[in-house]
């Protein structure tokens, strides 16, 4: 049996995870930059609706919705109501952005954008299959950064060089914690 060395874990680990670690870079520097561009899903179709609501905001509930958009013959999932606003969510896409006092709104039908899109539901998938997976993975990227610290010889070891970029690179993350504090 071949004896298991840092650098063979390393990179094989590394191999196992290029794919994911790519697609995770990609979609979190988009997740990122969310305010100025969401590739997620774009826009297939909408149109104007009108819907009439209560006076009660409180009164809006999905008892009321569903009753309320049964002629655009789609299935409620969720809504929410924010700055005057009431946002309800079907199945299969739909998002339908209303104003709460006058009740004018958009019917959006959206897709998601290929590749990105799924790509950045990765970061927002919450099923057991997932979570083990993305456990697993970090794990792996934790024995990935420990078995990395050990692989250079000579004058850029961990113990003579390594060291001091790491404390580098960890100190970035603990500032930026500290001022959001």
Known sequence: MKKITNRGLHRDIAYF???LLIMFSFSGIILNHRQDIYP???VIDSKEVNIT???DAKEINKEFLVNATKELKL???NHRIRNGSLRVYFDGRAILDADLKTGKGILEFKRLVPFVGQSILLHQTTNSFWIW???IFGIS???LSFTGMFISAGKNT???RGWKLALAGLLFPVIFLLLLA
């Open 17 to 19: 995870y290029v794919g």
């Open 40 to 42: 997620k899903e774009y």
């Open 53 to 55: 609501l209560p006076e």
């Open 75 to 77: 299935t409620y999932e």
């Open 133 to 135: 997976y993305s456990d």
């Open 141 to 143: 990227i934790l024995v």
């Open 158 to 160: 961990f113990k003579k």
